[in-house]
């Protein structure tokens, strides 16, 4: 059985950076497509992030430049490095593997 469990979210101030981690089990954690999602209060979910077993990364428009995508196979563990955070970054943060989806961790950018 596939499990993600994700952590690191909490509150921070605008400009203000956090590190998400998210581990894995029951996958074949290096050769898995790895994505980390959002959903903001009222709105759809939305993909944040992916990261291919080749180690290729992709970002939403809204958050190229600012997050980065990385993982440590070793520790079946996925990250989220998100920097110059934004009020609408906030949003419970999940990460994703094919149908398989954990349990999230709230963000709150607020001053």
């Known amino acids: 059985e596939v499990q993600l469990q994700a952590s690191g979210g909490g509150l921070v101030q605008p400009g203000g950076s956090l590190r998400l981690s998210c581990t894995a089990s029951?996958?074949?954690?290096?050769?898995?497509?790895m994505s980390w999602y959002r959903q903001a209060p009222g709105k759809m979910r939305e993909w944040v992030s992916g990261?291919?077993?080749?180690?290729?990364?992709s970002y939403a428009r809204s958050v190229e430049g600012r997050f980065t995508i990385s993982r440590n196979i070793a520790k079946n563990t996925l990250y989220l490095q998100m920097n110059n955070l934004q009020t609408e970054d906030t949003a419970v943060y999940y990460c994703?593997?094919?149908?398989?989806r954990g349990q999230g961790t709230l963000v709150t950018v607020s001053s």
């Open positions: 990261l291919t077993m080749a180690d290729e990364a």
């Open positions: 029951g996958l074949n954690f290096a050769r898995a497509y």
């Open positions: 994703v593997n094919g149908g398989y």
